[in-house]
């Protein structure tokens, strides 16, 4: 076969493989970001719930608690009681004050233990970060009040999870039963369940005076993130199909030249016998195969493009670009395969 009779289908891997290339180069940056902004809208702190109890209403209890924690909707929750100042028991009134938040529910579920064990009732776990600040080498001893009157023994050390960053300044302790609690931490198990979760949180809380209760919630943040995402994916679908219509125009064009260049070559498999729907099979199964190689060509390139500047293309989002420019040539292959296909041969043949 002669480099003229293979230029089309060089052609059409060269417009396939631009085709790719551009749609990842472009549209790919905005899934990956798409991706990555829903990726970190699943993180715990981007689904955490926080109901505070300002006044003291005694709503976030214990009965409330476990309620909430019976959700379906909810992945974790615990309550902080009122937090109060203690000092190194060893230094007395005149140490570094830092607070202590009484928990209600289970610890792990709030830090995770370094050293030692968890508390009961009347003991505390201190934030590792603050050994040093109370001129403690290890997690032993005790904090006390600052009027010295209480005690609480040390029973270990612990680092925050990311959801509850705020309590490396301090220490925590076992809540007893009766304890009420002052703030509610929940994390929804998905940033798409957060408004009828928040609903329900609050059905179950039933404070009696709403001036004191403050209420932070995920729901703005998930409602932003969802416009976004709606904007990114209106755009890049605009953008995508430009790029196949032209891709497509493209390759329609040189699939007809080659009808047009080849018909007598065509003709004769019509004399020998092909019937049309065989020839329409010939002609556009030949453009699909050599579009399958550009595609494969232009994917693997956009995608390692994205990768030198930091972007990794979803697998998914570069497998449909590839199949939607495959089938963009295949199909506008049709027409021209079609125009073959009705060719007179016997006229084909007789024109010089």
Known sequence: MTWA?????????????????????????SAAAAAEVAHRLEQAGARKLTVVDAKSLGFINTRTLSTIQGMSTIEQANALGAPFDVVNGAVGPGGVRIPVWPVLG?????????????????EVLISSALLSTLNLAEPVGYLETADGLTQYPIVGSFTPTDSNADL?????????????GRELRAVINSITTTRPTVSAVMAVLAPSDQQGVYVESPATLAETARDLNNQLADAGRTLLLLILAIGGLFVAAVVLTDVLVHRRDLGRRRTLGITRPDLITLVAGRATITA????????????????????ATPIAFTIAVGTLAVLTAALVALAPAAFAARLDPVTVMRTP
């Not at 610890?107 to 508390?119: E, M, N």
């Open 168 to 180: 490396a300044a301090g220490a925590l302790m076992a809540a007893t039963p009766d304890q009420p």
């Open 5 to 29: 009779a293979k230029l089309p289908s060089l052609l059409i891997v060269v417009v396939v493989a631009a085709m790719c290339f551009t749609s990842l180069a472009t549209i790919g940056r």
């Open 106 to 122: 289970d610890i792990a579920d709030v830090v995770a233990t370094v050293r030692g064990r968890l508390p009961q009732p009347g």
């Open 292 to 311: 399958t190689i550009g595609a494969i060509l232009g994917c693997t390139a956009g995608a390692v493009y994205n990768l030198t500047i930091g972007i």
